[in-house]
């Protein structure tokens, strides 16, 4: 049973467009989303995160979406940067409890 | 400040054989996990430590998987014997422990079973 659905396995965008990442979870008691990247050969890295008390979370040009009802989470990216070109994880966690990841989404900004 | 330092960084195996995977978290950082990434999957916790004790191994093999973290610094994770389907990155992280901190990872250590 996965908890944490990345439904897009791969998403292409231009420099300088917004690119969303989109997660859907099934479990009602995570209070906790966090976005990682991801290089190859690397291991994940932190990007932002967002507790269930809150819908929107913004750093820089990294933005995360929040919607309990539809239980769909979103990260936008403006303006995307080939650097931004990654694996990007969705994951959720109930209070102090493990994170569960999603499938990832191989994101590809074309100069 | 140093990461989490992880080797080997590639291991290749034949399946019965036995292997084991180390790792050094953030200084400071009480709480470690190791997971396991299989190709196309995210991330899967295989056993969570906070400082030496074992907080979770729920999703841990133990009937050919076991960890340790000896004085709750350095861990070790080892696999024995080894199967086809435990090819895949195993990834250690490092994280304070309290309830919203981040978990900082390594950079894996990639393992092939033939």
């Known amino acids: 049973d996965q908890q944490v659905k990345q439904n897009s396995p791969s998403l292409s965008v231009q420099e300088g467009r917004i690119s969303i990442l989109n997660c859907d979870y099934t479990?009602?008691?995570?209070?906790?989303f966090l976005w990682y990247k991801k290089y190859p050969a690397e291991g994940p890295t932190f990007l932002i995160s967002i507790s269930s008390i809150k819908d929107k979370n913004e750093d820089g040009r990294f933005t995360v979406f929040l919607n309990k009802s539809a239980k769909h989470l979103s990260l936008h990216i403006v303006p995307s940067q080939p650097g931004d070109s990654a694996v990007y994880f969705c994951a959720a966690k109930i209070s102090n409890y493990k994170l569960t990841f999603g499938k990832g989404t191989l994101l590809t900004v074309n100069p | 400040e140093a990461g989490v330092a992880q080797s080997p960084r590639y291991k290749i195996i034949e399946k019965r054989q036995s292997v084991a995977f180390w790792c050094n978290p953030i200084?400071?950082?009480?709480?470690l996990y190791w997971y396991q990434q299989i190709l196309g999957q995210g991330p899967k916790l295989l056993i969570q430590f906070q400082n030496n004790g074992v907080v979770d191994d729920s999703q841990l093999p133990k009937d050919r998987f076991s960890a340790e973290r000896l004085k709750g610094v350095d861990s070790t994770l080892k696999i024995q014997p080894a199967k086809l389907e435990d090819s895949a990155v195993y990834l250690c992280a490092s994280s304070g422990g309290t309830v919203q901190e981040t978990q900082y990872f390594g950079p894996g250590t990639r393992l092939l079973v033939l």
């Open positions: 200084s400071g950082h009480a709480t």
């Open positions: 479990n009602s008691m995570f209070d906790y």
